[in-house]
């Protein structure tokens, strides 16, 4: 059997299986915690699904009620990134923008910011015309006013990704890539061996960040945990000028537009391709993907005549609430599960890394996850 | 129209050999083809040009045949989707259309290899098959300030077909690395099966010769101008240039097969490029999808005009037209002129291996859209990136307008040597759909 | 550079002057024949640019063509008198397009 080097001395050990965001995130917080040695596996390489190409939205505008505690601290944390991981991660707070089409949809954005600052936030504020316009000048006559978070902004995934890496590698966490686990097992002095395709590690702890691929690992151990799957569709464009700073959503379509430093455009919106899991393949709908492009074109006139120049889907796991799962396993004490971010974790994963990190350290954290726990959709089944 | 038996893309000789034959076989087929005239690469504006010779007596019944088989062709049309189950989309006259097909046939033929030496990126710098294309639709030739450097049969033979017009160049550079007959005299024994190959080969070299046009090999040439090419250096010497044609031979266009989730490609080590997975009928890894032509491998134009009656009595068959017996019997000839075509192959590829990517220079470009040089693709490399989708990541290499096509095989074969390991086991650029770019307008126009 | 071995019958234009072609031909091809070799400046450098391929796959023969940008000289096929400009840099709006 396969050990970790490192193990003189009375380092406690722990395995991440997942090198996405949310499993390099976790790795890096605990390795930073005194005593503990982590492993992360990963059946591919680093960042090979979601993680490295979703669309970069670091967002708190319109979350979920229950998600935005973390997203606050995400928040913060995301201002101060390089000095987590050492690289500005090509984080902007150029705002995040959702634009009122109706009348309906501003009076939705009212209720909205009602409700957010009853929980005690203020971040999210309705702006009118005018100032829509001021933001987004190449937007549409017919957008009358907008949903805004003008401190929220965007990072470069893939960018993220590495620089994550990095710095786990720099804290001491062991990356091993092409490692397939196959199985988890209990042993008689309470630690888990992780068994893979290419022998075991054994772990006092073990997170499964393993994303689309999650439920499967909770499955070894006999937990069953209903999680879908999806594929959301991107398109991105050939460069244009610069012509809007902020990341645009709208409040009742299905939207996420953003033009990047290199002047090309990602367009997304959570658009669903067609995913095949066991292949770990995903297709894009060019039908589908369409819509993303006619709302694009309707609120930007001045994209009709962009070129499309790739499209793509990142296969992630999709709540049914869409809301993540974070939580000690039922079934096997030290297994804790971090999945089912449901296309909108990447925000959130300096800020459910480290809260993960402390389940596994001291079976507890004051960071607000508590609303996440799977037993939401296990026990009402 | 929503629905056709057979879609063939590429109006190639194998193109256009498919469509013929279902046509032939009852099919209702729609041909798509980005150019203006049927002929693909090889036989480009056949119809316009006056036979000259037994290639373009070929090209030309090809395409009578094509003309008169009654597929609903459409020129100038660009394919950039094709989902599971069939269904195909395409850019023509500035708008996006789709269409479900039985079964699709794609006979999408080559890519010139890129040739990146220093200076590459220059106006002026161009590829020999550029030139080709050039000669064929518009009758131009080369003159003045003009070279031709690489290797390979093209070469030779645009070489002949600038001379037999009345053109000129300075000199043709050949940078074929020492040792190539040694190597390919192995498979010399099986090449003389289809001997027309081997002697004509080596009557072009002579016909250059005699023409004037020196011959001088070298192993560095590097390409130099402010803005444009102004000259060419040949091992350390300087001569005065203006136009810079390239070959270092051809390569099987994957996008579209790369592209299809499912669709299995392997390392082909003999042609050092990859190539879909294909059994001899042209069936891909994926139920429907047939491949033909040099896109499933490079075996010149008779070899595709072959493998697209081949694949077309294969769809035949598949779709209930013909018996499995019935399919073996009527290819029975078409089968044995296909495997005789194909047998001087493997002479070739030994003769002509391509210049290796290890001795390209670190400050060389190789992807020309991103402007990404070797040295930043070994830079990634030492950073830990195994593949051609990690590099890509981080140095942007192959995300450009071109999406990988010209600097796909490079970047591979950089990636490989730098790590030191087999090609085979270097993941290659995966493609994603759109493979051609369209606007946002012209797919929005779909979702209505 | 290049020698037409075959006579021209129409003219387009070119960054505003007169160039000879034939109908039909590539866009490219035409350029390439008045000896023009510089089709577009690059969006990430500025550089000049020529067509390499002139088969579709390279992306180096851009130019804006009768308004429309980014667009594949050697796909594009000639009428008499349309008008071609270098294409500089990455797409950019014209006024029209202008929404602000």
Redesign the interface.
Known sequence: MARTSESAGPMKKAVVIGGGLHGLSTALHLQRTPGWQVTVLERR?V?RHSS?VNAGGVRRLGRDLREIALSVVSAEMWAGIEKIVGDDCGFRATGQVKVAESPADMAKNEARVAAVKALGWSHEEVVDQAEVRRLL?????HVIGALVTRDDGSADP?RTV?AFRRAAEQAGVRIIEGVAVTGLRATADGTIIVETDQGGHEAERVANCAGAWATRVARMVGEEIPCGVKASMM?V?????P?CDPTVGATSRSLSFKQVAN?TVVIGGGHQG?N?VA?E?S?????S???A??I??EL?????????????AGIEARTADEVPIIGESRAMPGLFHSFGFSGHGFQLSPAAGAAVAELLARGATNLPIAAFHQDRFTRAA | MSEVDILVLGAGPAGMAAATEARARGFSVLVLDENARPGGQVHRAVEARTVKDGQDRDGAKLAAAFRASGADYRPDATLWAVEPGGKVFWSEGGAARSISAKRLILCAGATERPVPIPGWTLPGVMTVGAAQIALKTAGMVPEGKAWIAGQGPLLWLYANQVVARGGTVQGVIDLSPPGGLARAAWHLPNALRAPEYLVKGLAWQQRIRNAGIPIRRATRLVAEGDGRLERIVIDGWSRPADLLLLHDGVVPNTQVTRAIPGCAHEWDAGQRCWRPTLDEWGNTTVEGVLVAGDSGGIGGAKVAALAGRLAAMEAARALGRLTVDQRNAEAGRTRLEWKRQRAPRRFLDALFPPLPEAAIEDSTIICRCEEVTAGRLRGAVALGCLGANQTKAFTRAGMGPCQGRICGPAVHGVIAAARGVDPAGVDPFRTRFPTKPLTLGELAALAS | MFRRTEPTDCTISWEGRDIPARAGESLAVTLLAAGVTAFRQTPVTGTERGPLCLMGACFDCLVELDGQQNVQACLAPVRPGMVAAMQRGARHFHQSEDAA
């Open positions: 390489h960042g490295g000048p190449a937007v549409a006559p893939m590495m398109i464009t050939e460069r244009l000028p012509f002047g067609v095949d292949a393949t297709t894009v709908l060019f039908g993907l369409a819509h492009a006619r694009s074109c930007f006139p001045v994209m009709k005549g962009a070129r499309m120049v790739r499209s793509w």
